[in-house]
């Protein structure tokens, strides 16, 4: 096994000695206290505050969908990455992601990538070291998309929403830290387990789950202001729009999640999720869950940035 793997070290505090229990009702509160259209800015704060209880360095949320018609020789069984987000979207890592998102549509996948989508759990939580075998630790997998760049372990969870979407947190830890252990991954899974309704709600704003078609950058940010309650004369004076345009966006939102006012559209993100049987999402192109990813996913980036840097998960 590699020298450069970390060993678990008693000079580290384990996540029972940070006694972790109090900070992950806290941010079960905290996130409750975002708004409906601070989306953004509370799943950077999860990842943010996921990274302090279990000290990580660096964390990611991704948004997996499956495709309407996958080819029967798949190993991914349809599913690829469609919206991620990345804590510290430094460049070598970045970088990383993206050559691993660019081989997802190659033949050349790596074990990782197919454990990584697998299985048809409603919920689940992995430690890297315990689902992948010896020898990965010494492969070029491991070494290019770890070590090189600054990691060298991590612990994931998989939530489903429905039969085709799913969102998949890591937390990722460095050499010098101890491997993620049992006491980690109890925890870790007993803080995510219970928010479903949050990793809905971001889903939702972004169009998935029950739209008929994914929404716009600019539809999205119209969106964001809807859910907070503005007006439409105000939303169009925050983003420097005509109230006209504005007026058109939000047509064009009620009618993409089969509303007709507001009201309807705030009781998406009280409701339930829809069954596979919905009339909204019954046609499998218009439900845009199923379409096809882009090749580049979209991205959101939690620090200081000139441009967004596309990334994609590690997947093990």
């Known amino acids: 096994m590699s020298p450069d793997q970390p060993e678990p070290t008693a000079a580290f505090p384990s996540t029972s000695d940070r006694q972790p229990e ?19 800015a509370a799943v950077a704060h999860l990842l943010s505050r996921l990274c302090a209880i279990f000290a990580a360095q660096n964390a990611l949320w991704s ?5 309407p018609s996958p ?29 691993q998102f660019d081989a997802l549509w190659s033949p050349s996948l790596d074990i990782s990538q197919v454990l990584a989508m697998a299985g048809d759990e409603a919920f689940r939580t992995r430690l890297l070291f315990e689902a992948l075998p010896p020898e990965w630790f010494d492969g070029a997998h491991y070494r290019r998309h770890y070590l090189d760049v600054g990691h060298a372990d991590s612990m994931s969870m998989r939530c489903a929403l429905n039969e085709d979407v799913r969102v998949h947190i890591f937390v990722f830890r460095g050499a010098q ?3 993620f252990a049992a006491t980690d991954k109890a925890p870790f899974g007993l803080a995510l387990r219970g928010l479903r309704w949050f990793y809905r709600q971001q889903v939702l704003s972004h169009g998935l789950l029950i739209a008929t078609a994914p929404l716009t950058a600019t539809e999205r940010k119209v ?26 966006h939000v047509k064009s939102i009620y009618a993409k999640f089969g509303v007709h006012n507001r009201a309807q559209l705030t009781s998406l993100w009280l409701g339930r999720l829809p069954d596979a049987g919905d009339p909204r999402i019954a046609s499998g192109d218009a439900y845009a869950a199923r379409s096809r990813p882009a090749r580049r996913p979209a991205v959101q980036l939690h620090e200081k940035s000139t441009a967004p840097v596309p990334v994609q998960p590690t997947m093990a």
């Open 177 to 179: 830290a101890p491997r």
């Open 63 to 67: 948004v997996v969908v499956r495709l």
């Open 71 to 99: 080819a029967t020789d798949d190993p991914l069984n349809g599913w690829r990455p469609r919206i991620v987000e990345l804590l510290k979207p430094l460049a070598p890592v970045a970088q990383s992601f993206q050559e």
């Open 223 to 248: 969106l964001m202001e809807l859910l907070d309650g503005r007006t439409e004369k105000i939303i169009a004076a925050l983003l420097g729009q005509s109230p006209n345009t504005t007026h058109i």
């Open 22 to 40: 109090a900070a992950m009702f806290a941010l079960w509160d905290e996130l409750a206290d975002f708004g409906a259209g601070d989306g953004d």
